[in-house]
């Protein structure tokens, strides 16, 4: 009798703390998912100032500019917190942004004066700390999945997780396919 | 010095010394007239020393001899036991006699040849050493346990625009009535060019079982979990901030950290960084910046040599940490 309720206090210990451990690494997903947030806004917050100075050199570059405005809006867009598909977007959306982002720095070269501009310079560099930390931040929310994953899906967390309110995991953040492509040096050497 | 359009600031490295094959006749030529201020002041060191060796060593050989009477009374006479203390109390006089004098000599020494060495670097210096935070790298698991420093030495100055600070250090602990080693090796101090968020350590791995106990034990950090294998299987990261960590552990960090500890007479380093402060310490047997001793010539161009590559060696440490840093910016 004994033995079957030292058992069964065992079984119930190793559940509960399952269990906490599973509501735990959740809130990290949550958590790592606020710290890409906080990074991303600001980048949305030096895109401006960066487009304000380009502008004054790059008038052929309208489009790009455009571009660059129109995606850090759709960026910015207010998505219902907590689904994956929504973080999926939202990680889509920052995405295409970097992508133009991308595309203007290579603009940028083409035109040597904003290209030795002071505040040009300072904008760049500014950007660039923020890419720095945009990353590893995605590299936190990357470990805080991985880590949610494994306790959802190695047993007894397939059962535990439904107790815990988790019952659709968030996505890893993956760059695009685009991105992946490797690069032409043809393309820029000409 | 300004930056080049591009942004990127351009590498200038310490340039290592000439070969030394005749290296040992340029050094002695170059630092001529303090060698020979050093000579004279060896001269009187020794004939200190030797007026102090008159007294201490019959005041130490009879001692040995009292203290093996009186440990023997009422006993038969062990010969053998009495030469013995008699031997011992000899040494004991001989360090009485020597030990004060040679100390003053070596520092003198280094004092003086130490500082223009290591300005043939760069912006470099040499100055007795001040003593880094050890209590707190001790708290933050860079160091182990200890109760006993001794630094000696220190290099000062600036590498590649950073400022740089170097000490050798030994660490030791007394459990009972002896003293154990337990680190020898260097202490690197860097500026680096922008602040870090938080703290980060880089510590050995300790097993599950010590890693465990290790994270119950930190106060204000949580274990910093990276997706370098090879990082995880050799060290354990704890930071109060996970983003700032990772903002510095990058991938290409880490490759560069685990290559510093193939650098040759240098174990496993590890790290602590808070603010702009990365603090590199590199476990090495064996001692550096050893000047003659005071029964040999100062002026000789071995033993500046090996000065030389001694600080060469340490520089050589300070540069392959910087790379580490600067492959996060790259």
Same mark, same amino acid.
């Not at chain 2, 009495?82 to 000899?90: E, I, N, R, Y």
């Not at chain 2, 500026?191 to 079982?209: F, H, K, M, Q």
């Given at each position: 009798m004994i033995w079957i309720a030292g058992i069964a206090f065992v079984v119930v210990l190793v559940g509960y703390l399952w269990y906490a451990m599973i509501i735990t690494r959740r809130n990290r997903v949550g958590e790592a998912?606020?710290?890409?947030?906080?990074?991303?806004?600001?980048?949305?917050?030096?895109?401006?100032?960066?487009? @304000?100075?380009?502008?004054?050199?790059?008038?052929?570059?309208?489009? /790009?500019? @455009?571009?660059?405005?129109?995606?850090?809006?759709?960026?910015?867009?207010?998505?219902? =917190?907590? *689904?994956?598909?929504?973080?999926?977007?939202?990680?889509?959306? =920052?995405?295409?942004? =970097?992508?133009?982002?991308?595309?203007?720095?290579?603009?940028?070269?083409? +035109?040597?004066?904003?290209? *030795?501009?002071?505040?040009?310079?300072?904008?760049?560099?500014?950007?660039?700390?923020?890419?720095?930390?945009?990353?590893?931040?995605?590299?936190? +929310?990357?470990? *805080?999945?991985?880590?949610?994953?494994? *306790?959802?899906?190695?047993?007894?967390?397939?059962?535990?997780?439904? /107790?815990?309110?988790?019952? =659709?995991?968030?996505?890893?953040?993956?760059?695009?396919?685009? @991105?992946?492509?490797?690069?032409d040096a043809s393309k820029y050497l000409g | 010095m300004s930056e080049p359009s591009t942004g990127r600031v351009p590498e200038i490295a310490y340039e290592a010394p000439a070969a030394p094959v005749d290296r040992a006749?340029?050094?002695?030529?170059?630092?001529?007239?303090?060698?020979?201020?050093?000579?004279?002041?060896?001269?009187?060191?020794?004939?200190?020393?030797? #007026?102090?060796?008159?007294?201490?060593?019959?005041? %130490?050989?009879?001692?040995? $001899?009292? $203290?093996? $009477? $009186?440990?023997?009374?009422?006993?038969?006479?062990?010969?053998? #036991?009495?030469?013995?203390?008699?031997?011992?109390?000899?040494?004991? %006089?001989?360090?009485?006699?020597? !030990?004060?004098i040679s100390s003053r000599y070596r520092m003198n020494y280094k004092n003086r040849v130490l500082p223009v060495l290591a300005a043939d670097f760069g912006d470099f210096t040499y100055r007795e050493a001040q003593y880094p935070d050890f209590e707190r790298l001790r708290r933050e698991g860079i160091l182990p346990n200890h109760s006993r420093v001794a630094c000696e030495d220190e290099i000062v100055g600036r590498l590649r625009g950073h400022a740089v600070s170097i000490v050798e250090a030994k660490l030791s602990i007394r459990s009972g009535k002896r003293t154990r080693e337990v680190f020898r090796g260097l202490i690197a101090t860097?500026?680096?060019?922008?602040?870090?968020? !938080?703290?980060?350590?880089?510590?050995?791995?300790?097993?599950?079982? %010590?890693?465990?106990?290790d994270s119950f034990m930190r106060r204000g950090s949580e274990r910093i979990a990276l997706e370098d294998p090879r990082f995880e299987a050799v060290y354990e990261v704890y930071g109060s901030d996970q983003v700032g960590a990772r903002a510095l552990l990058t991938p290409a960090f880490m490759e560069r950290f685990l290559a510093i500890k193939d650098k040759p007479g240098f174990q496993r380093p590890l790290a602590f960084v808070e603010a702009n402060r990365m603090v590199f310490v590199m476990p090495r047997p064996g001692q550096l910046f050893q000047p003659p001793s005071w029964r040999d010539p100062a002026r000789d161009g071995a033993a500046l040599v090996q000065l030389e590559r001694d600080i060469d060696t340490v520089l050589d440490v300070v540069d392959a940490a910087l790379d580490v840093d600067r492959s996060t910016r790259a």
């Open positions: 998912l606020g710290g890409i947030d906080v990074q991303l806004n600001q980048r949305h917050d030096l895109v401006p100032n960066l487009l @304000t100075i380009a502008r004054r050199f790059m008038q052929h570059e309208q489009e /790009l500019l @455009t571009a660059v405005t129109e995606l850090r809006t759709q960026a910015q867009a207010k998505r219902p =917190e907590g *689904s994956a598909k929504n973080i999926a977007e939202k990680f889509a959306a =920052e995405e295409k942004l =970097e992508g133009a982002l991308g595309r203007l720095m290579v603009a940028v070269e083409a +035109y040597p004066d904003l290209q *030795s501009d002071g505040p040009m310079i300072e904008a760049q560099r500014g950007l660039q700390e923020v890419e720095t930390n945009i990353a590893a931040a995605r590299r936190f +929310y990357n470990a *805080s999945v991985g880590e949610l994953r494994n *306790s959802t899906q190695i047993f007894p967390g397939p059962f535990l997780a439904r /107790l815990a309110g988790v019952t =659709e995991e968030p996505p890893f953040f993956e760059t695009t396919a685009e @991105t992946r492509v490797p690069i | 006749s340029l050094l002695e030529r170059r630092l001529a007239p303090i060698l020979t201020e050093l000579e004279q002041v060896r001269g009187e060191a020794r004939a200190q020393i030797f #007026s102090r060796l008159v007294l201490f060593l019959p005041l %130490g050989v009879a001692g040995g $001899f009292l $203290f093996a $009477f $009186f440990d023997q009374k009422g006993e038969a006479t062990n010969v053998g #036991s009495m030469l013995f203390h008699m031997g011992m109390g000899a040494v004991f %006089g001989w360090f009485l006699a020597t !030990g004060p860097i500026e680096l060019p922008r602040s870090v968020n !938080g703290t980060i350590a880089i510590v050995p791995d300790g097993g599950s079982i %010590g890693n465990f106990a």
